[in-house]
């Protein structure tokens, strides 16, 4: 079964720095371009950054360039999202999705929550 | 950037009845759209892809169409399990692959 399961998102203060990480199963996880999307409260979908299977392409959305870092750890099976300068407006579940090319976004992962409050 | 727009922002439609959601694009995206569900504590999840294609496991009362800039989703007979929020997809250029704001499709 194709999974993604991402982790370490929980409560920062503005400013403060949080590491998202998102472990593949069940494909070639080398194979395939990954995404990072995220949903604010009661709010809809905002893709934030993407990068290509060897790491060679990556792309962010404005609202986070310069203050976020997609990763990746194709021997691990393991998609990193690393978070700086967190402002209140990051507050979001944050996605890990699998980029099917001339698909979209397939599978998704459960989401983990981001929190940033004083 | 190309901006997807959906609408209705929410329709209210009765358990068999038809339900038709729109997307517009910006510009010309040829039939590189997609459309998610995603239900009330859950992950989005893919329906259909370039445009009318459904993607694997998908039910038949769901359908898509069009290309360029107006696209249309239907839902031919509504089940209870279908109520749910329905984003849009551009994914023909990068910078970035933006979605529609949703469209909340609930029980009349």
């Known amino acids: 079964e194709v999974q993604l399961v991402e982790s370490g998102g929980g409560l920062v203060q503005p400013g403060g720095s949080l590491r998202l990480s998102c472990a593949a199963s069940g494909f070639t996880f080398s194979s395939y371009s990954m995404n990072w999307v995220r949903q604010a409260p009661g709010k809809g979908l905002e893709w934030v950054s993407y990068i290509s299977s060897s790491s060679s392409t990556i792309y962010y959305a404005d609202s986070v360039k310069g203050r976020f870092t997609i990763s990746r750890d194709n021997a691990k099976n393991s998609l990193y999202l690393q978070m700086n300068s967190l402002r209140d407006e990051d507050t979001a579940v944050y996605y890990c999705a699998r980029d099917i090319t001339m698909i979209g976004f397939d599978p998704w992962g459960q989401g983990t929550l981001v929190t940033v409050s004083s | 950037e190309i901006v997807m727009t959906q609408s209705p922002a929410t329709l209210s439609v009765s358990p068999g009845e038809r339900a038709t959601l729109s997307c517009r694009a910006s510009q010309s995206v040829s039939s590189n759209l997609a459309w998610y569900q995603q239900k009330p504590g859950q992950a989005p999840r893919l329906l259909i892809y370039g445009a009318s294609t459904r993607a694997t496991g998908i039910p038949a009362r769901f359908s898509g169409s069009g290309s360029g800039t107006e696209f249309t989703l239907t839902i031919s007979s509504l089940q209870s399990e279908d109520f749910a929020v329905y984003y849009c997809?551009?994914?023909?250029?990068?910078?970035?692959?933006?979605f529609g704001q949703g469209t909340k499709v609930e029980i009349k």
């Open positions: 997809q551009q994914y023909n250029n990068w910078a970035p692959r933006t």
